[in-house]
């Protein structure tokens, strides 16, 4: 099963480059995650890191990318993950909003795979979870460089006068169940 979400600029963010942000999640099995990031514009006025080797880097937030905030039920703790399209990716666990940051191990590095047109970027990313048979609470969000002027900043849900992803009324998506066994 696929979920599609519409992300949503922060209003007085806008871009001059990205129109339009999608993102489609399958979830294969309880350990797997797929998810598609489709941007459309004017992709050649987006600031885009080089492509590399597909490290652990943080601060990828300071330019172009992709996140995922995961938030178990019951809890107030939460996970975040950011993918650049070069293929660098970051992963932080939360004890509660913003505090008790730490790294967050993860069963492999995500694959990330980026292409790209005029008019349009996709950004592929294929991610190993720890086993999760409940739904969690999820957030997706993106970050748009365009290397002059203000970043814009993407959600499928905004609240508050900043833009700030980890609310957790920011969360309102919902990571579908894995397959039955």
Known sequence: MTTHYALWTHPGWYSRAADAI??????PSAERLLL????AGR??????????PPL????????TCFELFLQPPGTGGYVEFNFA??????????????????????????????????DAMTIEVALSLWPMREPCRLGLAAIIDEGVGP????????????PDFHRADCFVGELPPPPAP
């Open 22 to 27: 999608g993102v489609e999640l399958a979830r």
């Open 36 to 39: 598609t990031y489709r941007v």
């Open 43 to 52: 992709i050649d006025d987006i600031a885009l890191p080089p492509p590399g």
């Open 56 to 63: 652990r880097r943080d601060r990828l937030w300071e330019s």
């Open 85 to 118: 399209p070069s293929g660098e990716w970051a992963a932080y666990s939360f004890e509660a909003y913003r505090s008790g940051m730490a790294q967050s191990g993860v069963p492999a590095a995500p694959q990330i795979a980026c292409t790209r047109t005029a």
């Open 151 to 162: 970043k814009s900043y993407w959600a499928i849900s905004h609240a508050g006068a900043e």
